[in-house]
């Protein structure tokens, strides 16, 4: 089974409102990243946290860690129409080692 | 920098053929790189981890007679599809891990495989 788990599975909203996707994981990791997919498109990595971080800022991308809970949350600000993607997170179970992709959570923004 | 690139972008063949299709990195030397599939709507499934030089590492269920996996230098991997059928098709995905950091995957575009 897939290490992750993302709800809400799809989300729809206005276009300056703030969208927040979450993410549960079963084991320990290392990392836990979160990337976006567009339509029929490979993945862009968005940002990486690691196991000892709580909290990690990148542009309008905020993400949480809650390692005591096993999951993660990704919170974009002031959304925009270009955001409209699938947003995946991904957990490593150390180093290099393959990641495990969750289940996907699909953003629309609407304009 | 970063760039991952795959070829082609989209093919269709008749069931029984063979398809090849290549993952480069372009401006860096990649460690290790990953072959993936999406079904629509669905998560990427790791189908096999490829190092420079040596063998594939297969995830279960996965047939390494069927996939076939070349990864001859530090740029270049490919994956073929043998004697392709229509449950092959797929949306096939490459990553790369960069030598000088291994935490962060760069993907390739992705290549949308139809077997009729």
């Known amino acids: 089974s897939q290490q992750g788990e993302e709800d809400p599975q799809a989300l729809s909203i206005q276009e300056g409102e703030n969208a927040t996707m979450n993410c549960s994981y079963k084991?320990?990791?290392?990392?836990l990243q979160w990337y976006r997919q567009n339509s029929g498109r490979g993945l862009v990595h968005l940002i990486l946290?690691?196991?000892?971080?709580r909290e990690k800022h990148s542009g309008r991308l905020r993400v949480t860690l809650d390692t005591s809970k096993k999951s993660s949350s990704l919170l974009i600000t002031a959304s925009r129409a270009a955001d409209t993607a699938s947003y995946f997170c991904?957990?490593?179970?150390?180093?290099?080692?393959?990641?495990?992709f969750g289940t996907g959570t699909k953003l629309q923004v609407i304009p | 920098g970063a760039v991952v690139s795959q070829h082609p972008s989209r093919v269709i063949c008749k069931s029984g053929t063979s398809v090849k299709i290549e993952c480069r990195s372009l401006?860096?030397?990649?460690?290790?790189m990953f072959w993936y599939r999406q079904f629509p709507k669905q998560s990427l499934m790791l189908m096999a981890t490829s190092n420079e030089g040596s063998k594939a590492t297969y995830e279960q269920g996965v047939e390494k007679d069927k996939f076939l996996i070349n990864h001859a230098s530090l740029t270049l991997s490919t994956l073929t599809v043998t004697s392709a059928h229509p449950e092959d098709s797929s949306f096939y995905i490459c990553?790369?891990?960069?030598?000088?950091?291994?935490?962060?995957?760069?993907f390739g575009p992705g290549t949308r495989l139809l077997v009729l």
């Open positions: 990553s790369a891990t960069h030598t000088q950091g291994l935490e962060t995957q760069y």
């Open positions: 991904a957990t490593a179970p150390g180093g290099y080692q393959k990641v495990t």
């Open positions: 084991t320990s990791i290392n990392n």
């Open positions: 946290i690691r196991s000892n971080e």
């Open positions: 401006d860096f030397q990649a460690t290790t």
